[in-house]
């Protein structure tokens, strides 16, 4: 009786925290399939499952942008009902969201509530001790996107190691993945380990944030073996074939659903000469480089917040609009897509420039084999059978840590 009046209080003052939370307005951290359908809750809507734990602890917050709880921030939410909030860590991008991708993001204080924000992508990559001094738990609650390079996973381990290696508890606000619904792509060499990959996991790995915490941990890839206590709020009413539409930009040049889904096979540009769409409104939706002759869309990437400074700017790229295509085929495709960056190669004018020097290309791809092959002329689907033995070796390993039905 007492749980059940403490779970009926709580539920009163959430609903006055959060502005159009009734049956006519659907809140923006949830996603209906229909109106048969039972409900999506991330693991921050579920006040039942953690409110209590927190009361008389003080608590850092590793959060950005889109750390919402219906139309509230996490951070003034768990204020508002008076949860003592010492700290705030944000990733990269910074903890409202507008940084350029690779910007240094200094360390600052929040304008709502004066609560100090640590920089996790400028003088530091993981809290020291001194930061987290006098702290009682952190919380991780940041929407990822479900691919290797999306740097949101590789702040994820900096965090368990630095609360392993101090004896912080780490509590994770689960989230869905809107990749989550299938695996592909090569699985990254160890020598390649960088912060745009840093374990050995396919492109797209097909687990939400708390799933591939468990990973971490369970697979050792903390430093020296360390392990981080770990709690996890799960999702309710999800699986990994639930489709889920962000109801927040995860990154300033993440725009939506199809820039999403097209991310883990045009990211892959980001290490040739072609621009991406950075500096333009359909940013990871199209492709093109200057002095391409191959094409039928042109575009100029100019400053633009988030990409103050974008690739190739000022300069007219020739290369494909792919706004044309459906979110939902392209989902329902459920793989990376080599097709576009192997027919761009071919029909570049000068080969020898396509790659660039710097070598990020292998970086995102993980190992250098398929720049190798692309330049050999191997074909789409000789490349993935290179793929298959990896594959199916972390498909097994993947199964040990699912919190949600595939």
Not at 193 to 200: D, L, N, R, T, Y
Not at 322 to 334: C, F, G, N, S, Y
Request: aromatic share 12%.
């Amino acid at each position: 009786m007492v749980r059940f009046l403490k779970i009926f209080v709580v539920f009163l003052i959430v609903c006055t925290i959060l502005p159009g939370h009734s049956q006519k307005e659907k809140p923006a951290s949830r996603y209906w399939l229909s109106q048969n359908e039972p409900e999506l809750q991330v693991g921050g809507a579920r006040f039942d499952l953690y409110l209590a734990d927190l009361k008389g602890k003080n608590v850092g917050l590793v959060v950005n942008q889109t750390s919402m709880v219906g139309k509230t921030h996490l951070v003034d939410t768990l204020v508002r009902l008076g949860v003592q909030v010492k700290r705030i860590f944000s990733p990269e991008h910074g903890f409202r969201g507008t940084a350029d991708a690779g910007e240094k993001v200094k360390d600052a204080a929040d304008a709502s509530t004066g609560i100090s924000i640590f920089s996790l992508y400028g003088a530091r990559r993981k809290p020291s001790k001194e930061d987290l001094a006098g702290l009682d738990v952190l919380i991780f609650d940041i929407q990822d996107i479900g691919v290797r390079y999306y740097t949101f996973v590789s702040t994820l381990h900096n965090i368990m190691e630095s609360c392993a290696e101090n004896g912080m508890p780490l509590i994770i606000f689960d989230r869905p993945n809107p990749n989550g619904h299938y695996v592909d792509g090569s699985v990254l060499d160890p020598a390649y380990k960088s912060f745009v990959g840093m374990h050995p996991v396919p492109v797209v790995h097909g687990l939400t944030i708390g799933e591939y915490s468990q990973m971490i941990n369970g697979e050792g890839w903390l430093a020296d073996g360390v392990k981080c206590k770990l709690r996890i709020v799960p999702c309710q009413n999800y699986t990994h074939q639930t489709p889920y539409v962000l109801p927040v930009k995860p990154s300033p040049n993440m725009p939506n659903n199809r820039a999403i889904y097209l991310y883990p096979s045009i990211c892959l540009f980001e290490g040739t000469v072609a621009s991406v769409g950075r500096g333009t409104d359909k940013q990871f939706q199209v492709y093109g480089a200057p002095k391409a002759t191959y094409g039928n869309f042109t575009f100029v990437p100019e400053p633009k917040v988030g990409a103050m400074d974008p690739f190739q700017k000022g300069k007219t790229c020739r290369g494909f609009d792919l706004t044309t295509l459906k979110p939902e085929d392209i989902r329902k495709d459920a793989k990376v897509n080599l097709s576009y960056i192997i027919d761009y190669y071919r029909k570049f004018p000068n080969k020898d420039s396509f790659f660039l020097a710097n070598k990020f290309f292998d970086k995102l791809a993980g190992g250098s084999q398929l720049r190798e092959q692309i330049i050999a002329g191997k074909k789409e689907k000789e490349i993935r059978k290179t793929w298959e033995p990896a594959l199916i070796q972390f498909k097994e390993k993947r199964k040990k840590y699912l919190m949600y039905p595939d």
